[in-house]
């Protein structure tokens, strides 16, 4: 009797979570659907990275095959249905690397679905030490592409390799580490001393990812990998960076 009525109670409780389960599940789905009317779905491929790196250049000749001099560029430029190759096809965005017009560039990654690549466009030819503001902006990428899944895969392209100044991208993807490696040190000093000052404070953290510190940041702990080559637009010398977007176009 005792353990008739331990089963029937069992059963109850597996009956009913799985209704739970099942009712949050499709919920969630709904909500998404909801929200998601206008999120762009295309299979994209994004251009950005600091003012005067060349992201128009690189935009124009592969959409135009042409080399176009370029007045600084306000407007986001978007290829829907840009052949990457025979079969291949996404939408290719370039985005303007001005501090004020940032938001556009931040709010794709957000509402995004399918980002194939990024591809962050760096002035090889700038000295090191000049890094700072440009790791910033990667940050800020990296901590909304982290946040997806499996992260998003970028590609450091150190333009204008044509230089005889232009850095090795290896060396500039080192520089980068330790720039980030900074912020994110500058950020936890930054938070201590806000915990510290109120205890209760709530933090706006949502929309954000904290990376590890304590040891050196590395890029390879992401779960987006971020490949560094160099190139040249000017030179027409971009072969590696479109064979690295066809590769991330199929995957
Ligand atoms: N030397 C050299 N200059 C380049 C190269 N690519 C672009 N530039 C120059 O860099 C400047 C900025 O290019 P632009 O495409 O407008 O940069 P954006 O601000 O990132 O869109 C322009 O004067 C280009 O002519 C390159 O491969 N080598
Ligand atoms: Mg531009």
């Known amino acids: 009797m005792f353990s008739n ?8 409780v597996l009956l009913t979570s799985s209704f739970l389960l099942i009712l949050q599940r499709n919920t969630g789905k709904l909500i ?25 250049c690189l935009y124009n000749l592969m959409t135009t095959g042409k080399l176009k001099t370029t007045v600084t ?63 910033e902006f990667l940050f800020h990428i990296l901590q909304l592409t982290e946040r997806r899944k499996d992260g998003v895969d970028i590609l450091l392209a ?28 500058r950020k936890q000093k930054s938070l201590e001393t806000v915990t510290h000052s109120n205890k209760n404070h709530e933090l706006e953290q949502e929309d954000t990812v904290d990376f590890e510190t304590g040891n050196n940041f590395s890029f390879n702990i992401l779960e987006g990998n971020v490949d560094a080559f160099e190139g040249s637009v000017l030179k027409k010398d971009i072969d590696k960076w479109e064979c690295w977007m066809r590769e991330r176009a199929v995957n």
């Open 5 to 12: 009525s331990v089963l029937v109670a069992l059963i109850l």
């Open 32 to 56: 998404w659907n909801a929200k998601s009317g206008s999120k762009n779905r295309q299979p994209t491929l994004i251009i950005a990275g600091p003012c005067g790196s060349g992201k128009t």
């Open 73 to 135: 560029s306000q407007e986001t430029s978007i290829a829907d249905n840009f052949k990457l190759s025979q079969s291949v096809q996404v939408r290719l965005m370039a985005f303007p690397g001005h501090l004020k017009l940032r938001s556009k560039l931040l709010d794709e990654i957000k509402d995004s679905i399918n980002i194939k690549g990024l591809v962050f466009v760096i002035d090889a030819t700038v000295d090191p030490k000049q890094l700072t503001k440009t790791a």
């Open 158 to 185: 150190c333009n204008k390799s044509e230089m005889f100044t232009a850095r090795p991208p290896l060396k500039i993807r080192e520089v980068l580490e330790q720039e980030i490696e900074k912020i994110i040190i």
